[in-house]
C-alpha cells in the first residue's frame, strides 16, 4: 500500500532557486495538504486542497504555490528559494464528507529541505 | 498562544516505566486525533477519540478524551525503546479553512 508518496527525500537547493515538491496519494482522499515543521514549532499548513481544481491558502502561504489537477496529485512550488524556507515538508490526504466527518489524516514521509 | 497546547514539551523514561502525555485545547473538543512521528519519517496515525468520556486502546497506548477539561491525555504503559518518538495531538477544525491543527509535540526517549 503505497499511501502518500513525497519526492524527493532530501534537496539542497541555493538562495533564488525554484523547484516543486511531489505529493501523490492512492487513497482517492479528496483532501490533500502540505504542511512545514520547524524544530520546536510543529506544523504548519501552507496549503490545502478540497478536491481537484480548487486550492487554498493555509497559514503560511508566502512564497509557494500549489495546484491540483488531479485527484491524486498535490505538487508544491517553491519559486524563489529563500533561507527562511528550510524546513521539512509534509503532504498529507484525508478523506471528508458529511457523512463521514472526522477521518485522520495520512502523512507522506516527508522532504527535508536545505536553503543555502 | 497555540490552540492545542502539550505537556510536557519532552520526557525522558526509564524502560518499564508508565508515562502519561496531555493535550489542551483553548476551544472547545468535538473530537482529537494522536500521531506519532518517528525522525525523518513522516507522522503515523495512533487513534482518534470523538466523544467526552471516550478511552481507546492501541496495544500499550491508552487515550482518553475530557470534553469538560478540554483535554486529552495519552498514557503508555511499561514503555519500551519502540515507543520513543514525537507524539502530536491535532484536531480538525471545519469553517477554519478546513484543516487539522496540531499541537507543538511531545518528544519521548525511553532509555533501555
Redesign the interface.
Known sequence: NAG?TQTPKFRILKIGQSMTLQCAQDMNHN?M?WYRQDP????K?IY?S?GAGIT???EVPNGYNVSRSTTEDFPLRLELAAPSQTSVY?C?S?Y?DSGA??Q???????T?LSIL | SQELEQSPQSLIVQEGKNLTINCTSSKTLYGLYWYKQKYGEGLIFLMMLQKGGEEKSHEKITAKLDEKKQQSSLHITASQPSHAGIYLCGVFRLGYGQNFVFGPGTRLSVLP
Open positions: 502518500v483532501y495538504y520546536g514549532m510543529g506544523l499548513l490545502y478540497v487554498d491558502k493555509g509534509f498529507a484525508s471528508w466527518p472526522n485522520p489524516q495520512h502523512f507522506g514521509d516527508g527535508r
